[in-house]
């Protein structure tokens, strides 16, 4: 069993379905923070069968997890303060998200105008469900990633 | 500053004024006539449509005000490559509103949020239509003397037809409307709309043929199926004449049943059917310079 140290200040984002680590650190844009990142891939879990872990070691106010909530909300975020956990987040559905994914409408003006922003805004809470601002494509499976 | 991005964009209680006022407009067109003198309507039309265009002018010179624009990309600056928000930009300085129309979906709204004036969404791909919608919601209420207790009829390309969603749209603010959809299996009503449909307990039925339920509908609103929304060619001549409505078919119903159409109509409405009182689609077009009156009027924020 590999062991991964603890953290003093920062994240650690439990039970992300195994493989999606990676997608979450790009979204996270966890390349450009200069600090400490552990990625686990496959650790053993008794919910999950296997999961992957992020550990991030940051000031806590440096992260956008509406992103995360997007990508999945059966993360669980502990925010760690001094090594220990100090709060456990919800994450609730963004009403928007910005230049997460792109519209892939090739009648959407998204696919000619190259400077505007990728916005997706929840169209259905219960259900889910985000539409581009601009020409309300369901966002989906095949919306690609930025 | 308020645009028009989509019908749904004005609640209901601001639609019974705008289309009040579209009905003292029609009644009284003369104490209009200048309420707009001195104003500029900018028609910035992306891809060609003469029809709303030119609906669009007229409202505008029936007010007493000016226009000004283009009818086609080639001969805007979006040929060398200019953005959208960067034409509006120059359009509201020699503008005071502008009616757009664009091939892109979501342009209007790309223009709307960098506007200084109100944009006017002239119809934007497959979209929205949301002028063509208040025309249609403005001649039922018109003609019908209601908006709501009605069984309404809508046939041809249900699929595709962007006209036919919105209004289903605008229609399920209004209370004991039944619908009933007339369209081959290939042409369906999306799934999405039924869904919403059962989620509301609104009435609805999908038919095949219009024959079997034209006596049961209070309106009628015909569709074209268009060419443009198909990728490939045999499907569209295998569909396009699947309904024809003709004299015969307009005998077996009612006597007061209204026939609508969005235009321009191919070989779906036989022309033998235009001398029926029932068919109202020219007098539609009317309505929809009236519409578009009252909603320049609205926008730009004039009494009279």
Same mark, same amino acid.
Do not use: W
């Given at each position: 069993m590999l062991n991964v140290g603890k953290i003093e200040e920062g994240f650690v984002l439990d039970h992300i379905e195994a493989g999606k680590s990676l997608s979450i650190y790009h979204h996270l844009q966890l390349d450009k923070l200069d600090c400490t990142v552990a990625i686990i891939k496959n650790a053993r879990s008794n919910k999950m069968g296997k999961k992957d872990i992020l550990k991030v070691e940051c000031d806590i106010d440096t992260l956008d997890l509406d992103v995360l909530a997007f990508i999945d909300h059966n993360i669980t975020v502990n925010v760690i303060k001094d090594?220990?956990?100090?709060?456990?987040?919800?994450?609730?559905?963004?009403?928007e998200i910005r230049n997460i994914i792109k519209c892939k409408n090739p009648r959407c003006i998204t696919s000619i105008e190259q400077e505007l922003p990728h916005i997706f805004v929840l169209a259905d809470e219960k259900k889910e469900i985000y539409r581009c601002k601009y020409c309300e494509e369901k966002a989906s499976e095949s919306t690609s990633s930025w | 500053m308020r645009h028009l991005m989509n019908p749904l964009d004005f609640t209901v209680e601001e639609l019974d004024r705008l289309f009040d =006022? @579209?009905?003292? *407009?029609?009644?009284?067109?003369?104490? !209009?006539?200048?309420?707009?003198a001195g104003k500029k309507l900018a028609t910035c039309f992306y891809e060609p449509s003469t029809r709303t265009r030119l609906s669009f002018e007229a409202a505008m010179l029936n007010l007493g005000g000016s226009v000004l624009g283009f009818s086609d990309a080639a001969s805007s600056s979006a040929s060398k490559g200019e953005s959208v928000s960067d034409t509006i930009r120059i359009i509201s300085c020699? @503008? #005071? *509103?502008?009616?757009?129309?664009?091939?892109?979906?979501?342009?209007?709204?790309?223009?709307?949020?960098?506007?200084?004036?109100?944009?006017?969404? @002239?119809?934007?791909?497959?979209?929205?239509?949301?002028?063509?919608t208040l025309t249609d919601l403005l001649t039922i209420r018109s003609l019908k003397g209601r908006l709501g207790g009605f069984t309404i009829g809508l046939c041809g390309d249900l699929k595709f037809g962007r006209t036919v969603h919105s209004l289903i749209a605008a229609l399920l603010r209004y209370p004991d409307i039944r619908f009933v959809f007339i369209s081959p299996p290939e042409l369906k009503v999306p799934d999405y709309i039924t869904d919403q /449909?059962?989620?509301?307990?609104? #009435? !609805?039925?999908?038919v095949i043929r219009l024959e079997d339920s034209i006596a049961d509908l209070d309106l009628l609103y015909m569709t074209r199926v268009q060419r443009e929304r198909f990728f490939n060619e045999e499907d569209y001549v295998r569909l396009k004449d699947f309904y024809i409505l003709n004299n015969e078919k307009m005998a077996l119903a009612r006597k007061d049943m209204l026939v609508l159409h969005p235009l321009p109509r191919?070989?779906? *409405?036989?022309?033998?059917?235009?001398? #029926?009182?029932? @068919?109202?689609?020219?007098?539609?077009?009317?309505?929809?310079?009236?519409?578009?009156?009252? =909603?320049? /009027?609205? =926008? /730009?924020? *004039?009494?009279?």
């Open positions: 090594g220990e956990i100090v709060d456990k987040k919800e994450l609730t559905l963004p009403k | =006022l @579209a009905e003292d *407009i029609a009644a009284n067109p003369s104490k !209009y006539a200048h309420a707009c020699y @503008a #005071d *509103i502008c009616a757009m129309r664009h091939p892109k979906e979501g342009a209007p709204m790309v223009a709307a949020s960098r506007s200084g004036i109100p944009v006017i969404n @002239a119809g934007d791909g497959g979209h929205q239509h949301p002028t063509q /449909l059962r989620e509301q307990g609104v #009435d !609805y039925e999908e191919v070989n779906e *409405i036989s022309v033998e059917v235009d001398d #029926d009182p029932r @068919a109202v689609y020219f007098k539609q077009a009317q309505y929809g310079v009236y519409v578009r009156m009252a =909603l320049i /009027l609205t =926008l /730009l924020e *004039i009494t009279v």
